[in-house]
């Protein structure tokens, strides 16, 4: 049974690439959702119709989440032909100022996770398959005042396109989405709504669009997917302006 695995799958993004998954990928004929609520997971479930839903609530910042994962894998030998590394976190605020908790579960979930269940899934994957990652346009250039999400998305991004060339071999291909600002709970769970002038003035992607967006160009075989023209100039001028002058005007 053709399967997909989408982490981080209980709102906002995940949600809506559970939503749209077999509009994109029709030969899906299973889904594993994975994230902490339960009950959220279960409302997404219901929203799959004509997909096998398999809900697993893990908290993939609590390293026993990826003990469990590769227990299920392991049992089910499932042809994962899809990966969605969605789970992910970001927090405003200044090193030294911020909960040290906060600061760390950023790189326990945008990093850590993101690497245990890609390595823990991919050799469930045959040719042909696909795994898309949730990055960010702050993967583009360090953003102060959330430098620490910043680091772990430019992690996420440098992680696609290295593992793009390892897995080129065996038909697999990588996917890195890098969205703006979504109206999503992120602004909310982050402590930015409301703190944040940047994200006051910058224009707001649409994660139904992102979501399509992504799916689309995962199956396409991109390896980096930037919405929206105004991002897409923003990451070509961090290419060609010196870090340390765009760092002044990165700032959250």
């Keep these: 049974m053709k399967t997909a695995i989408i982490t981080g799958a209980s709102s906002g993004l995940g949600r809506e690439f559970a939503r749209q998954l077999t509009d994109v990928f029709p030969d899906i004929a299973c889904c594993w959702l994975i994230a902490r609520r339960e009950d959220r997971l279960e409302e997404v479930a219901r929203e799959m119709v004509g997909v096998e839903t398999v809900c697993l609530p893990m908290d993939l910042s609590d390293p026993a989440s990826f003990t469990a994962l590769e227990a299920k894998l392991a049992e089910e030998k499932p042809e994962v032909r ?3 590394n969605n789970a992910g976190c ?58 620490v999400y910043g680091a772990t998305k430019a992690y996420v991004s440098s992680f696609t396109v290295g593992l793009s060339e390892e897995l ?30 940047a994200f006051e003035l910058l224009p707001y ?16 075989g991109r390896t980096i997917y930037t919405p929206r023209l105004f991002y897409k100039f923003y990451r070509l001028l961090a290419k060609v302006t010196p870090v340390k002058l765009m760092v002044k005007f990165t700032k959250t």
């Excluded at 898309?132 to 953003?143: D, M, N, Q, V």
């Excluded at 996917?175 to 709504?193: R, W």
């Design 82 to 84: 899809l990966l969605i």
């Design 168 to 197: 080129r071999r065996r038909e697999i291909s990588v996917t890195a989405v890098c969205p703006g600002p979504m109206k999503t709970e992120f602004l909310e769970v982050g402590n930015i709504a409301g703190r944040s002038p």
């Design 205 to 220: 992607c649409d994660q139904v669009r992102v979501a399509e967006g992504a799916l689309r160009a995962a199956k396409a």
């Design 90 to 147: 970001g927090y405003l605020g200044l090193m030294g100022e911020t909960r040290t908790d906060l600061q760390t579960r950023m790189v326990d979930l945008n990093v850590r996770a993101l690497t245990a269940v890609t390595n823990l899934v991919i050799p469930y994957m045959p040719a042909g398959a696909h795994i898309l990652s949730t990055s960010s346009i702050a993967a583009f250039c360090p953003t102060p005042r959330m430098t």
